[in-house]
């Protein structure tokens, strides 16, 4: 535009001078009227767009260099867009995370996980970031309403989690023994005895989660137990009508306390499964079982001994060191999260065990070796707002048999427990979540009913 400009001014210089100089030889004594008059009456005027021009051309030259400044910053920006756009390419879309979690009404937390699943694990709306910056949740998998202990969803590096949380569970069985001989497989001459058993426990524990870094994760989770259990006799066949005898005892006190680690194997995203390693160390710290008053009277094996052989006190531990490993899927499919995991229990054996029975005699066992416990799970976590999400899955263990001095306990077998769980998780706040489950028992050996309650919050 400037270069338009300058012909102009050219063209304006080049009268003036022609007026000039057509002045000059045309300037005689008798032309001073009024035609020299007009003709400086115009070479003022040409001289004044001429001073006109210069500023305008001066104006015309201050844009143009702000101009290609603003084109040099704006061809920057567009090389920067351009970094961040290959940046999310490479990433996958992983810094949609909020959004899809959002959706899932998990909270922002740092899911079984595992669930978090379980789980677990627990999003508030994506804040945010300044250009150039990754958001802090990039690389993290989407939360789902918890249904098992191992929540599927790390916290993230800095921070830490407090999810106290309240346990019920139910379960009851029926157990005929027979003890006699039979004549016809229709007559039984002897004794039966049934026992139905009733449990009742609830477990209040308190967990702590902290994020070592956006990949790994530790954990401490301390429960107080409390059980009361109800023992129905019947005794039937012996020369008088049957008579209930009603045995009860409870239990209160801390339960074994565990440390466990979490690591993201790798980076997962849309379409692509989170893979989570676990572990953890169940320690002994609960009353152990070989610590309760058993009511025999004299050793519970002995032929003569009288008693029922239950505890006087119930334990609140297993009695044993346990060390647990697994390993957690989840794959992301919107609206919808599944998971899934494999865990292996070894328990630690325990040499020189003695039980104590009535009187404060001690009935020595020798070495005691639980079995190994083999488990997995799997399930689906739907979103059904920005703030809630259902959670449906199973669990299943298989509980090895119990050694004692290298031999297999009479009567011990392997044991199978299925869980069937619901679960649902409400955001409450930014932070905050509330997670309910509901587990019924599939086989016979397993609780009917559990319900638990967790209040997870970040800080």
């Known amino acids: 535009m400037a270069h338009l400009k300058l012909p102009a001014i050219s063209a304006v210089a080049c009268a003036v001078a022609l007026l000039l100089g057509s002045a000059a030889q045309a300037q005689s004594p008798a032309d001073n009227g009024p035609e020299l008059q007009a ?17 305008l051309l001066q104006h015309l030259e201050a844009f143009r260099q702000q101009y290609f400044e603003q084109r040099g910053l704006l061809q920057s920006l567009e090389r920067q867009v351009a970094q961040q756009q290959l940046a999310l390419d490479e990433l996958r879309g992983v810094a949609s995370w909020n959004v899809l979690a959002s959706q899932r ?18 999003v508030a709306p994506k804040e945010e970031a300044p250009v150039g910056r ?49 004549v016809i497989p229709a007559l039984l001459i002897g004794l039966i005895d049934v026992r139905e058993v009733k449990r009742n426990t609830v477990t209040a524990a308190l967990s702590a989660r902290y994020g070592l870094s956006n990949r790994l994760e530790l954990e401490v989770r301390a429960p107080y137990v409390y059980r009361s259990d109800s023992t129905v006799s019947r005794e039937y066949f012996k020369g008088s009508p049957a008579v ?10 801390i339960g074994d306390v565990e440390l466990g680690a979490r690591y993201q194997l790798n980076a997962g995203g849309i379409d692509r499964p989170f ?23 004299l050793r519970c094996t002995d032929p003569a001994a009288t008693g029922t052989g239950l505890p006087l006190d119930l334990p609140t531990g297993s009695g044993f060191y346990s060390l647990q490993t697994g390993l957690t899927m989840l794959y992301p499919s919107d609206p919808a999260v599944f998971f899934g ?24 066992l020798g070495t005691i070796s639980p079995g190994a416990v083999i488990g997995f799970n799997f399930g689906m976590g739907l979103a059904l707002n920005e703030k809630s999400s259902f959670s449906l899955g199973y669990d299943h263990s298989s509980v090895g048999r119990t050694k004692t001095n290298g031999q297999v306990v009479p009567g011990s077998v392997r044991t199978q427990l299925g869980t069937l769980l619901l679960g649902y998780s409400y955001r409450l706040s930014k932070n905050t979540s509330l997670s309910v489950s509901v587990g019924a028992g599939l086989t016979t050996d397993t609780p009917d009913v559990s319900l638990t309650v967790r209040l997870p919050m970040t800080f």
């Open 39 to 55: 003709m400086q009456a115009r070479l003022e005027a040409l001289t004044q767009d001429l001073a006109e021009q210069k500023k």
């Open 105 to 122: 009404g998990a909270g922002t937390r740092g899911q079984p996980g595992q669930s978090e699943l379980m789980a677990q694990a627990q």
């Open 134 to 182: 990754s958001p802090d949740t990039q690389g993290r998998p989407p939360e789902v309403a918890p249904l098992f202990e191992q929540p599927g969803v790390l916290t993230p590096k800095g921070r830490y989690v407090l999810e106290p949380s309240l346990q019920y569970g139910y379960s009851s069985s029926n157990r005929v023994a027979l003890v006699g001989y039979t």
């Open 244 to 253: 209930e005898n009603v045995f009860s005892a409870n239990g209160t006190n």
């Open 275 to 297: 893979y989570i390693g676990t572990l953890r160390l169940k320690s002994r710290t609960g009353t152990d079982p070989f610590e309760v008053v058993t009511d025999c009277s």
């Open 341 to 364: 995991s494999v865990t292996y229990l070894h328990n630690f054996e325990r040499d020189n065990v003695s039980r104590t029975v009535l009187n404060g005699e001690k009935e020595f």
